[in-house]
């Protein structure tokens, strides 16, 4: 579970995030929503520990975030968090497969192309495996960026703005993935949004 | 995936960019490969042939010149001297050993050198077949003169006169071969060995027909060329040379000195390869930094998201830095087999002069320093990138896209 206290950041000065009390259940779904600005993005990279914050208490599945130092901090994350980014960011020279072996990797877990062929799969593009990213369709790409997301089996998967440059059908699609894979995996959904028309996908909602 | 690997690929998606680096530090570390494989040898075999020889006594003329030809074979020789003077060394008791040379002649380009057997039995030569020369017109090979011609023990030639083997040919007189030599290592590989006497007969017999007044009056007059001299004590080298210079007709070289004085000249042509190296190298750690560095801005999402899915900074680090030495370790690498090739090419250009002999299939323990210097530019050159790498601001990064 994701508990957060009195919760603050500031960048150089001003106030980019402040949140007094949130508690996510594990295995819940989330939807975090605001204005452009209000800390959506700095909230999940709180969460997964790539910032850290000015002020409060963030405890991610009984691990205070906050304490962790250095290289621990990017341990813990390689090994319970997944990122998709609204960027997607995949690694243009690398095949499919390598992006994912490549979380693999980084992440120090066993490079077992089983697991890696699992999650394509689990996403429907296992047999885009030996492409490059630019032969990928838009929609396809986001499927390998979500696929490298849970290859390691993430307790806890983030989302920023997955749907802002889809429309309505292939958003829609997007969230559903989305849900699937969490679901099929166990892991807590983040979904940072300013886009209204994933809310309807959602039952819990934090509003920033 | 290993940390190889990953950047690998990275320099990889960069072909151009990955080639300049490699052919700057393969020029470099080729450059000095080759000058360490050619200046080695060539010094290592002039060392050999000049081993246990402390003077050459010659007619006067350039020092240089007399060391030159009396020992290295590669000169003209300054002249001639009279036969007496060898006896009168032999007897001096400051020389260990006086051996007499006749030069002059050649055939098909390698010198015919009159010489007694303590010539051969100086440099170790052992015959691969057939014996020394005993009687007069009787020839022995040296292993390359041997294996170049394609003739051996029974064979005939006749010696022109010179040492291009293009001047006059001694047409009446022709040697026999009677022994070929193993292959020694020396100057005796390039030369055809056979008695003084044979050289003096040669030369007496294109006077045409003599009376016996004659033959007596140029017996008398018998000359050899140099003298190679070995001192018995270290004395010798002191009073020896100024001895002898002060005789009208001789002059006596010190091999170790003209050698020296050598390399000194052609020393100067070594050190500026030897900085153009210094700056090719130079010049390919400005092009690894400069790949690195300018390939940081389109790399730094890939740099991100390589955060994002656990690697430290100090890992992004490593791989800045590791591709900075992969691309050294290849270039370095590239450069070895550039200058061993380098030096075969060469060598084979020699050996078509008849020159000394370079190969490019030795190692010397100096290359492991050739790499290593190219690894300590590669690390040097990564070492910014790599650092900035390690600042990368995740954060912020990602949220500008």
């Not at chain 2, 072909?15 to 700057?24: D, E, I, R, V, W």
């Not at chain 2, 001639?80 to 002649?105: F, M, S, Y």
């Not at chain 2, 940081?296 to 490593?318: C, H, I, K, N, Q």
């Amino acid at each position: 579970m994701i508990a957060v206290r009195n919760l603050a950041h500031h960048y150089e000065g001003s106030q980019a995030l402040s949140l007094a009390q949130w508690e996510a259940a594990a295995g819940s779904r989330w939807l975090v929503i605001g204005p452009s600005g209000c800390g959506k993005t700095t909230l999940l990279h709180i969460l997964a520990g790539l910032v850290r914050p000015t002020g409060g208490e963030v405890s991610v599945f009984h691990t205070d975030i906050c304490s962790l130092k250095g290289k621990a901090v990017d341990a813990w994350r390689g090994a319970n968090v997944g990122i998709v980014l609204q960027a997607l960011h995949l690694v243009a020279h690398l095949s499919v497969r390598d992006n994912l072996r490549l979380a693999q990797y980084l992440a120090r877990a066993p490079q077992r192309d089983a697991d890696i062929t699992e999650a394509l799969a689990a996403l429907g593009v296992a047999d885009k495996a030996a492409r490059r990213p630019h032969e990928l369709s838009q929609g396809e790409q986001q499927r390998v960026a979500i696929a490298r997301a849970v290859v390691n089996g993430p307790k806890l998967l983030l989302a920023d703005e997955p749907t802002a440059s889809l429309d309505d059908a292939a958003a829609a699609r997007a969230v559903k993935l989305l849900m699937t894979v969490a679901e099929r995996r166990k892991a807590t959904l983040v979904v940072a949004t300013h886009d209204s028309r994933v809310k309807q996908h959602f039952s819990n909602t934090l509003q920033l | 995936m290993n940390l190889a690997s990953l950047s690998a690929g990275y320099l990889r998606a960069r072909p151009l960019q990955t080639a300049l680096s490699l052919l700057l530090l393969a020029l470099g570390a080729g450059t000095i490969v080759t000058l360490l494989l050619v200046v080695g040898q060539i010094e290592g075999r002039m060392g050999r042939d000049a081993r246990g020889i402390d003077l050459v006594v010659g007619a006067k003329g350039s020092p240089m010149q007399l060391i030159l030809s009396g020992i290295y074979h590669a000169d003209a020789p300054t002249g001639n001297i009279p036969l007496a003077t060898v006896q009168l060394l032999q007897k001096n008791r400051l020389i260990k050993k006086a051996i007499p040379l006749a030069l002059g002649d050649g055939w098909k380009g390698y010198r015919i050198v009159g010489a007694g057997k303590e010539y051969p039995e100086h440099y170790g030569a052992k015959l691969s077949a057939g014996r020394l020369h005993e009687k007069s017109m009787e020839a022995v090979l040296g292993y390359e003169v041997a294996a170049r011609t394609g003739v051996g023990v029974g064979g005939r030639f006749t010696g022109a006169h010179g040492i291009g083997g293009d001047g006059a040919e001694h047409g009446a007189m022709a040697y026999t071969v009677v022994g070929v030599l193993k292959q020694n290592g020396s100057v005796l590989d390039r030369l055809v060995l056979t008695s003084i006497e044979s050289v003096w007969q040669v030369h007496e017999e294109e006077q045409g027909p003599q009376d016996a007044q004659d033959r007596k009056a140029m017996e008398e007059d018998r000359q050899v060329t140099v003298i190679l001299v070995q001192y018995a004590s270290p004395l010798a080298a002191a009073m020896l040379p100024r001895q002898i210079n002060s005789q009208s007709e001789l002059q006596a070289g010190s091999p170790a000195y003209e050698t020296a004085r050598l390399f000194r000249i052609v020393g100067v042509g070594v050190e500026a390869l030897r900085a153009f190296a210094a700056v090719l190298m130079l010049a390919a750690g400005l092009s690894v930094f400069i790949a690195l560095y300018t390939a940081l801005e389109e790399r730094r999402y890939d740099l991100a998201v390589m955060r994002t899915l656990g690697a430290s900074p100090a890992r992004l680090f490593g791989l800045l830095l590791a591709e900075g030495l992969v691309l050294a370790l290849a270039g370095a690498l590239l450069g070895l087999a550039l200058g061993h090739g380098l030096a075969m090419a060469l060598g084979a250009w020699l050996e078509a002069q008849q020159q000394y002999p370079v190969s490019g299939l030795v190692f010397r323990a100096e290359e492991i320093w050739v790499v290593a210097v190219a690894l300590g530019v590669g690390l040097v050159a990564s070492l910014v990138p790599a650092w900035r790498a390690y600042r990368t601001d995740v954060s912020r990064t990602l949220a500008q896209g």
